[in-house]
């Protein structure tokens, strides 16, 4: 029912089931566990994948609740009624999740997470076009970086298959030139990539670690790691991990002044 009409009130399911209120209360708790739902004031809404835009299904691998940790921690950083833009890829959505129901402008090249947001009449969307890319359905291209020049955000959350000392990597050339130009949409960028993407380097270079205002990450990431981050004057955001639950905490380490995809 909840997945047919984006958003149910608790009323409305205790009554159709022909339950009681409670009963659709301890229901939507192991909903909400799993990512489906997102309980608000007055019901519940959808946010498990769409029925017909199933960019990331068969891919949730061993590392995807921790990717859910991430995308709740860099949701920690959002104010309510910030401008922010989203890039594609698991993380990111697992960002947009908990993103529902909350009042936001939202700017995003992602047909998941615009299809995901489009059912949530407090979030104000604006998606980006172009070329789309059919693995994680997201646009790039010249048209896509034409229409991130006319618009600027608050907040940039960006999506890297790879990490070095050089800084941020992403496989698709035309994706990093479209990343560059949201970087230069946004007042500060985070990062957002588990800890597997460190030490790692894919085939077009985004920019320095110090081109970013922070980077959202889990606790797996190494100490020499959590250095090199901080010393490039970069906000490190750790996210902690709960098996099975959707909820975490994100722990903020020291930080400097100066701030400046795929998973």
């Known amino acids: 029912m909840i997945r047919q009409t984006g958003f149910a009130s608790l009323g409305e399911l205790a009554e159709t089931l022909t339950v009681s209120e409670s009963t659709v209360r301890r229901d939507l708790e192991v909903l ?15 946010t498990g994948e769409s029925a017909t835009i199933r960019a990331f299904e068969g891919r949730k691998d061993t590392t995807w609740s921790v990717k859910a940790s991430i995308g709740a921690a860099a949701a920690d950083l959002i104010e309510e009624h910030d401008t922010i833009l989203l890039d594609g890829g698991s993380t990111t ?7 529902v129901g909350r009042r936001l402008q ?5 047909l998941p997470v615009a299809h995901l947001l489009s059912s949530s009449e407090s979030i104000d969307l ?10 994680t359905a997201v646009a790039i291209g010249p048209m896509a970086e034409s229409m991130l020049r006319q618009i600027n955000v608050r907040l940039a959350f ?21 990343e560059k130009a949201m970087l230069a949409a946004a007042d ?10 460190f030490g790692k380097v ?9 081109d970013v205002h922070g980077v959202v990450t889990d606790g797996g990431l190494g100490s020499q790691w959590k250095k090199r981050i901080e010393d490039a004057g970069v906000e490190l955001v750790l996210a902690n991990h709960r098996r099975n639950d959707e909820t975490s905490s994100a722990t903020k380490s020291d ?9």
């Open 93 to 99: 959505y697992e960002l947009a999740r908990r993103l």
């Open 158 to 178: 960006l999506s890297v298959a790879g990490i070095n000392e050089r800084g941020y990597f992403n496989n698709n050339m035309m994706l990093v030139e479209s």
């Open 32 to 46: 909400e566990g799993s990512g489906d739902v997102r309980r608000t004031h007055g019901g519940v809404f959808w």
């Open 255 to 263: 930080t400097c002044d100066e701030p400046t995809s795929e998973t």
């Open 202 to 210: 894919s085939l077009s270079h985004l920019c320095r670690l110090q």
């Open 126 to 135: 604006v998606t980006i076009g172009g070329c789309v890319r059919g693995r």
């Open 106 to 110: 939202v700017v995003t090249n992602s």
């Open 188 to 197: 500060q960028a985070y990062v957002v990539a588990d800890h597997t993407k």
